[in-house]
Nanobody, 121 residues
C-alpha cells in the first residue's frame, strides 16, 4: 500500500513564503514524475509544477519565477517553495506521484489529501 502525504500549508501574508512538502511511503519500487496541483473554491484542479525523475521541471505561467519544485529521491519527497505569494495563490494544494510498486509493475497515479494555503492580510 502507498501513501502520499502533504504538509506545510497555512496562512501567510501577501509577499510571504511557504514551503510545501509531500512524502510518499509504503510499497514503492520507483517513482517517476511528481507534481503539485492546486484547486481554488469553485475552480478546477490545475497543474502548478512538475518534476521528472531526472529533475526536469515545468511550471504554470502564473507561478514561474516565484515557485520552485524540487525533490529528494532518497526520501521519496517533493517540495514546493513558494515565494512572493499573492491572494490568488490561495487554494488547496495537492501532490501527485506516479509510482511503480514492484519490479515489472505498471505505473499508477497516487494523490495526497491536500493542504490548504491561504494568502491574506
Amino acid at each position: 500500500q502507498v501513501q502520499v502525504v502533504e504538509s506545510g500549508g497555512g496562512l501567510v501574508q501577501p509577499g510571504g513564503s511557504l514551503r510545501l512538502s509531500c512524502a510518499a511511503s509504503g510499497s514503492i519500487f520507483s517513482i517517476n514524475g511528481m507534481d503539485w496541483y492546486r484547486q481554488a473554491p469553485g475552480k478546477e484542479r490545475d497543474l502548478v509544477a512538475r518534476i521528472t525523475s531526472f529533475g526536469m521541471t515545468t511550471y504554470a505561467d502564473s507561478v514561474k519565477g516565484r515557485f520552485t519544485i524540487s525533490r529528494d529521491n532518497a526520501k521519496n519527497t517533493v517540495y514546493l517553495q513558494m515565494n512572493s505569494l499573492k491572494p490568488e495563490d490561495t487554494a488547496v494544494y495537492y501532490c501527485s506521484a506516479r509510482i511503480i510498486t514492484h519490479a515489472m509493475g505498471v505505473t499508477n497515479l497516487y494523490w495526497g489529501q491536500g493542504t490548504q494555503v491561504t494568502v491574506s492580510s
